[in-house]
């Protein structure tokens, strides 16, 4: 499976760590992470050298390659709460995974989503998540 994973890179990258071992389970497991750079430290400065519209332009070419959206929240991000959205108004499936110290940070809008499509996962240690994608994808 092609999978455009989300993780904040304006905003706090505390949870880089975790974002690195969920895109290494998804490999594990055989899936395609499309966007893998957003984990790597450069990426604020490198993406600040293309023109934003070509930004743009990339990431939703890469959202309509991909299968679903996995996105790492335990930090907010208005990126990737548009890309959410615009992943569910496609008909695809996205995934949102947020470490439970962080439950009182996560947006009520991530917590209580109930679209059919979107499933949000709490999790304590890394494990948990990588037994929720072998059981789930």
């Known amino acids: ?10 905003g706090d990258r505390g949870f ?5 071992k969920i895109v290494k389970i998804l490999e594990s497991h055989g899936h395609e992470v499309l966007t ?14 293309i023109p934003a519209e070509e930004v743009f332009h990339r990431d939703m070419k890469w959202i309509a ?3 679903m959206l996995i996105a790492e929240v335990s930090n907010s991000s208005f ?4 890309e959410t959205a615009h992943v569910l108004s496609l008909g695809k499936k996205v ?7 962080q439950d009182k940070k996560i947006s009520l809008m991530v917590k209580g989503n ?16 990588e037994d929720f994608i072998r059981k789930n994808l």
């Open 65 to 67: 390659q991909a299968d």
């Open 95 to 101: 995934l949102l995974f947020y470490n439970k110290d």
């Open 114 to 129: 109930t679209h059919p499509n979107c499933s949000v996962v709490a999790y304590s240690g890394i494990e948990e998540v």
């Open 79 to 82: 990126g990737i709460g548009y």
């Open 16 to 20: 880089l760590e975790h974002a690195r």
């Open 36 to 49: 893998k750079h957003f984990l790597r430290d450069d990426v604020y400065s490198v993406d600040r050298l």
């Open 1 to 10: 499976m092609k999978i455009y994973f989300a993780f904040t890179i304006v």
